[in-house]
Each structure stands twice: as structure tokens, then as C-alpha cells.
């Protein structure tokens, strides 16, 4: 994975194989999903609006070095891009979609989670949270905080300004329009999780509901 460089940007260019530890076979497209070309638009309630003057990033819980960024700050960090698929619970997959953002690395050694931490909590706006085990986190190199799709700043719809990427779960689990991470020592279910989807959300076992 990309290291956080203090003295500039990390510009990496990976193609993610998100099928790697769930698709022994090597098959790209998981069960009971479908091919599309566009990126269709879903989430619950409104888009919501982006101020750089107010907006801000925390990482906080079990971690060593709890931080906040502003935006201004948040962009100077260093950055990869991936090539990667992504799998909708509603059943659609879109192949090697482009993304920009910081790598999942610069959290690990800059926040240093302890060592009871096992599972994150990300928090978005209008009080949406995902949970996460830290270990699918760590095991997929496609992840990371990002603010750029095909070269250019995530549209609102997709989460702009920033949206966490894990391509090998459900997208669900990609949250939009993120502003926080928690770092936690047991799960607890996030907004869908609590509405009846799967704790996980693994496509190659097509996870959907518990």
C-alpha cells in the first residue's frame, strides 16, 4: 500500500482485484448481479450541502493520535489512485471504475489505532454510519478516503466532497459524504445494518440481509 510521504503527495496507480480473497475461480462478476456501464445514483434523503469554511474530518476512539482536519487540509495529504470494481446491493456491478483519494495506510499510521480496536464505525452526514471490520479495511489496497472519480471531484449524488471506499463489500459499505471515523473494539450495527442488512455485506456470498 501507498505510505504517507510527509514531503508530498503518494501518486500511486494500483489495479485492485477485489475478488482476491472472496473468488478462489478469479470471476469478477459476484452472484445474482448485473453489468452496467452507468453509476446509478442511491441513498436515503437529501444531498447534502458542502462548505469548505466548516466542513471538517475526525478520527477519533481507540486510536493513539485522535485527529481533525479541515479541508484545506485534508486535500495536502498524500494520495493514490486505484482502478477497481464496485457491487451494489440492489445487484448492479460496474467494472474498473477510477478513484483518487488518501490511501487507508496514512489512517493506520497516523491515528495508530490500539491494539482492542477490531472494527471501524464510519459516520457521514445526517448521522449515516457503516460499520466496517479493520481488518477488511487493511486486507483490501483499493481502500481509502476519496474525493475524486475519473479525475474529477466525486458529483454530490456519489458523496462529494469525500467518500470511503471499500470495493470488495457492498457499496453500501463506501460511504458517502463522510466525516468521521470511529475506531472501535466490538461491532455495533450502522444505519442499513440496523434496518435489517447483513453485518458484513460480502457480494461473493451475496451477504444482502441477515
Sequence with gaps: MATWDPLGKVQRLRKSNPTRPF??????????????????????GSV???DAKTWDFKIWGLVENPIRLTWDEFVRLPTMTVVT????????SKFDTKWEGVPWS????MAKPKPEAKYIML???HGFTANVPLEDAMSDEATMLAY??????????HGYPLRFLLPHLYFW?????????????????????????????????????S
Design 23 to 44: 473468488d478462489p475461480k478469479g470471476g469478477r462478476l459476484p452472484p445474482g448481479q448485473y453489468l452496467t456501464e452507468k453509476f446509478p445514483v442511491l441513498h436515503y
Design 48 to 50: 447534502p450541502r458542502f
Design 85 to 92: 470494481d464496485i457491487h451494489c446491493v440492489t445487484r448492479w
Design 106 to 109: 496514512w489512517v493506520m499510521e
Design 123 to 125: 459516520h457521514s452526514e
Design 148 to 157: 475524486k472519480y475519473n479525475d474529477l471531484p466525486l458529483e454530490p449524488d
Design 173 to 209: 459499505k463506501s460511504a458517502k459524504w463522510l466525516r468521521g471515523i470511529e475506531f472501535m473494539a466490538t461491532d455495533r450495527a450502522g444505519f442499513w445494518e440496523s434496518y435489517g442488512y447483513h453485518m458484513h455485506g460480502d457480494p461473493f456470498l451475496e451477504q444482502r440481509f
